[in-house]
């Protein structure tokens, strides 16, 4: 069973507020979801290698040369909050209280 | 209870909306219509049956899209898709049109650049008329999860399209749009069409361009068409494969012409085509058993030999699945942050707060779901039980498909459990929806084309046949899936839709 704190913990890496009804919901949707996951564990997979790349794992690689962009007022058209020229975010270094 | 369905004896006796593109292709060129009215008479169309909720956005030729005037002028005209409309599904980036990928996150997104394959269906001169509805993030079976409410199915409005290319399989189904894209993560287009009627494909692996799509699972994600019939699945091919060097994946194999490969294709006469005994068993409805084995049977009758073939890990492919995909969404989906792009919650106090309320009112309940479980899979802890044993038991999956490929050239199977579902009826609990993909899902995960084409109706309801192939083998999965509509007609009944 993964536990509400569990869910807390790890929607706090994954950067996503939950109410706690979403907490709760989570809690016994994924444990269910896990519990049936673990049917994997009865596979052998000894000196199995994983699939890290779907059909293909070469670099791809290429000149380095300079190509068109589509200019920095472009890119941050679509963005919530800019003063034109850049991203605007709130403080990122905080002060002490 | 009266006929819901029609049923047409050729494609002459046809509405021109229900038309396969082959047929719209000779109309315009020897003269019997002309671009402008086949478009004007589909968007005329699609804004009749906005009540099936298959388009988010619908581009007018003379728009803001940036649409082609179809490559259709005097001279051109010889382009297949040329002057044809098709539509996209809303995870592909158009330039300059609301690309929102069926999220509130996204819901004011405009891309300032074109999907690669955009750019190829603008050169092939195709018309552009609508983004179709999704599952958020393409996360789903149902379109139940978009943020701008679902999709209906033609057939049966009361009952789910399927998903999470809900809204591009209503559109090729209604007569909405001739040819529509969507992408494939488990079985997000081969399902749909299966629920829907329609013929839907994922390819392999690499051969179509990624750039442009909407990230949910980059080891598995590939776009693929919607079509009325196989030989319009192979122009649509042929417009959109391709090697990109704008994606790292994209194969460099030089992509086969397959219109005219899979046109005088010779017959299925001496193929192998391979059954898994278990793709029948329990949990599988007993009308979309019959409808799939009388396929099989038909396949003999036209000459192919039905081999038995095994693919024992194959019941291991929802649990793996379920842990690469959200594993590689939740990493994906980390971009989605209230800075660059979309939506910005309204209030907060510091910047983590900005982030956490963004991505908690962007993200519908679904995805928050599937960001949990691949972040909770990827943790300090649980990667190497969790994830590591997934990818690990996907390289079982990939070689139980290479050692089958070895005794038959095709595997039969289903596309579905069970035809298309109510609304409602498996929202509540997500592993009875993630079983409806059990079927689809293991081509995603070993790379491989696939096709589901209708194969009958249960019910009333159709019912996908799913034929699947060994890597870049499209020409003879195609061939095979031509010589069985040249041999039967069920791609030639269509929903009831005014």
């Not at chain 1, 536990?3 to 890496?13: F, G, P």
């Not at chain 2, 013929?199 to 009325?228: E, N």
Request: negative net charge; charged residues 20%; aromatic residues 8%.
């Amino acid at each position: 069973m993964i536990s509400k704190e569990e869910i807390t913990r790890i929607a706090n890496l994954a950067m996503v507020e939950l109410t706690e009804t979403e907490k709760s919901e989570y809690s016994v949707q994924i444990s269910s979801l896990l519990d049936y996951f673990r049917q994997m564990q009865e596979l052998d997979l000894a000196g199995v290698e994983p699939t890290n790349h779907a059909l293909v794992a070469d670099n791809v690689l290429r000149k380095d040369e300079a190509a068109a962009s589509p200019g920095q007022s472009a890119v941050i058209a679509g963005a919530p909050d800019t003063d034109g020229k850049s991203y605007c975010v709130p403080a990122i270094i905080e002060t002490e209280e | 209870m009266s006929e819901k369905f029609l049923k047409y004896s050729s494609v002459k006796e046809m509405p021109l909306h229900y038309k396969p593109a082959h047929e719209i292709r000779r109309m315009i060129d020897s003269g019997e219509i002309s671009p402008p009215e086949i478009s004007a008479h589909i968007i005329g169309r699609a804004k009749k049956n906005a009540g099936l909720n298959a388009f988010l956005a619908l581009i007018e030729p003379e728009g803001t899209g940036g649409n082609s005037d179809g490559g259709a002028a005097a001279g051109e005209s010889k382009k297949f898709w040329a002057g044809v409309p098709v539509a996209l599904k809303d995870n592909i980036a158009v330039k300059g049109v609301k690309t929102t990928a069926g999220s509130k996150i996204l819901e004011n997104h405009i891309p300032i650049y074109d999907a690669t394959v955009v750019k190829k269906l603008r050169e092939a001169g195709a018309l552009i008329v609508g983004k179709t509805n999704m599952d958020e993030f393409a996360m789903g079976s149902s379109t139940e999860n978009s943020a701008f409410g679902p999709s209906k199915n033609p057939w049966d409005i009361t009952r789910v399209p399927g998903g999470s290319s809900g809204g591009s399989a209503v559109a090729v189904a209604s007569g909405t749009a001739y040819m529509a894209l969507g992408s494939d993560t488990g079985g997000s287009i081969r399902q749909p069409a299966a629920l829907c009627g329609v013929c839907g494909m994922k390819p392999t692996y690499g051969s179509v361009s990624r750039y442009g799509l909407i990230a949910f699972a980059s080891s598995l994600d590939q776009i693929g068409p919607f079509t009325r019939d196989a030989l319009d699945m192979a122009a649509a091919l042929d417009a959109i494969c391709g090697h990109d060097p704008k994606d790292s994946t994209s194969s460099d194999r030089p992509a086969a012409s397959l219109f005219e490969a899979v046109k005088n294709g010779s017959g299925v006469k001496g193929l192998k085509i391979g059954i898994v005994e278990e793709h029948f068993g329990e949990g599988v409805d007993s009308g979309v058993c019959e409808r799939v084995r009388a396929a099989a049977a038909e396949f003999e009758k036209m000459g192919a030999t039905i081999v038995s073939v095994k693919l024992p890990h194959a019941k291991y492919a929802i649990p793996v699945y379920y842990l690469i995909a959200t594993a590689e969404a939740s990493s994906n989906l980390a971009r989605f942050d209230g800075v660059k792009y979309g939506f910005r919650a309204p209030e907060f106090k510091n910047l983590k707060e900005m982030y956490m309320k963004t991505r908690d009112q962007g993200f519908g309940a679904e995805v928050k779901r599937r960001i949990i479980l691949g972040t909770y899979a990827l943790s300090s802890g649980y990667y190497d039980a969790y994830y590591k044993t997934a990818q690990k038991a996907r390289t079982r999956i990939k070689e139980d498909y290479q050692a089958a490929f070895g005794q038959a050239d095709l595997i039969l199977s289903p596309v579905t459990p069970a035809t298309a579902f109510k609304f409602g009826e498996k929202t509540a609990d997500p592993l009875a929806m993630y079983m409806s993909d059990i079927f689809t899902i293991s081509a995603n995960l070993a790379s491989i084309p696939a096709i589901s084409i209708p194969c009958g109706l249960s019910g009333g309801m159709p019912v996908g046949l799913q034929l699947s192939a060994n890597y870049f083998q499209e020409k003879l999965l195609l061939q095979a899936a031509h010589e069985f509509q040249k041999h039967t007609d069920h791609h030639l009944y269509f929903a009831a839709v005014e």
